[in-house]
């Protein structure tokens, strides 16, 4: 996993208080160098890291699976066993896809205190496809992006092959304010350029290339 770690100089032994920082879609860690370096200055550890599959990380990309959520935790025992890092006192941030990850992994970790989650999304399908329109374009910057910083895992790279849309249905992340016992249903609507799995009555008009789903389709 390639990552950026600092650590506050001249401000003790510590314990200092830990903030995992994952790296948006198809950046490097180097993204948050300049708010990591001033963190560590106020007194924090940081570990800003490259995700699965892109750059220098090992592994192949997905979208948001859960082997990313078990990176942030990865993560954080790597650190709270060869940093000075306050087990009591964890935070995750991210921008836009770190962000999702960092929402996602506070469900999962209870060692996670706080998220900072920027630009993010609770829903990753009603991210891509605003206003349930389903979109080439919505995809197809972060998927080129991805081909050329990355490596596909097999899911995206099938999809790359039929010519669908990369989003497929991912769990939405659970906003830490709502109950544990809200149930959150992914939407699970997946595109393609004439019809939809769940429907075939709603079809474009043949110089179009995107459409507005059915209601009843999730």
């Excluded at 990380?57 to 935790?73: F, K």
Aim: net charge positive; with cysteine; hydrophobic share 40%.
């Amino acid at each position: 996993m390639g990552a950026l770690v600092l650590v506050p100089q001249g401000q003790g032994a510590g314990p200092f208080p830990l903030i995992v920082m994952p790296a948006s879609w198809a950046l490097p860690n180097l993204e948050y160098l300049g708010r990591a370096t001033a963190l560590a200055s106020d007194g924090y550890v940081v570990v800003s890291y490259t995700s699965r599959g892109f750059w220098d990380s090992a592994g192949q990309i997905d979208i948001a699976g859960p082997d990313r959520v078990e990176d942030v935790r990865a993560v954080i025992d790597w650190a709270l066993a060869h940093t000075p890092a306050n087990p009591h006192a964890i935070g995750a941030s991210g921008i836009s896809y770190g962000a999702g990850i960092s929402l996602l992994a506070a469900e999962r970790d209870p060692r996670i205190k706080a998220v900072a989650a920027l630009s993010g999304w609770a829903d990753l399908q009603a991210s891509l496809y605003s206003n349930r329109t389903v979109s080439q374009q919505g995809v197809g910057l972060p998927v080129g992006a991805g081909a050329l910083t990355g490596r596909d895992g097999p899911d995206l790279a099938q999809r790359r092959g039929a010519g669908l849309p990369a989003a497929s249905c991912v769990p939405a992340a659970l906003a830490l304010m709502w109950p544990r016992s809200m149930r959150v249903a992914p939407r699970c609507c997946r595109a393609m350029r004439s019809t939809t799995h769940c429907s075939r009555r709603t079809r474009p008009s043949r110089s179009s290339t995107s459409y507005v789903a059915p209601s009843n389709c999730c």
